[in-house]
């Protein structure tokens, strides 16, 4: 059964900093792309990163140059990196796992998804 678990997520101030971490379990993780998305309310889930096995991350506009993905296969765990956080960052952040190694930002095709855990960003 395949498990993917978030935490890191709380409360900060607007310039601050946040690191999530999702680690994985019952899949073979190093093998596919892993990302974070996130869904603030009344609005849409909307991706957030991308990093796969052996390309680099891909970024959603809104958060390239602030917020950094990365992996470590041998603790099967995915990190988010947030720093200089907005307002507008606050949402409830998922971790999602592909079946595949295709780089998307597509929600459709990430097969497995966290509980997510809540960011919120105070002015």
């Known amino acids: 059964q395949v498990q993917l678990e978030e935490s890191g997520g709380g409360l900060v101030q607007a310039g601050g900093s946040l690191r999530l971490s999702c680690a994985a379990s019952g899949y073979s993780f190093s093998n596919y792309v892993m990302g974070w998305f996130r869904q603030a309310p009344g609005k849409e889930r909307e991706f957030v990163a991308a990093v796969s096995r052996n390309y680099g991350p891909y970024y959603a506009s809104s958060v390239k140059g602030r917020f950094t993905i990365s992996r470590d296969n041998a603790k099967s765990t995915v990190y988010l990196q947030m720093n200089s956080l907005k307002v507008e960052d606050t949402a409830v952040y998922y971790c999602?796992?592909?079946?595949?190694?295709?780089?998307?930002?597509?929600?459709?095709?990430?097969?497995?998804w966290g509980q997510g855990t809540q960011v919120t960003v105070s002015s």
């Open positions: 999602a796992g592909r079946g595949d190694n295709v780089l998307t930002s597509r929600k459709d095709g990430y097969r497995y």
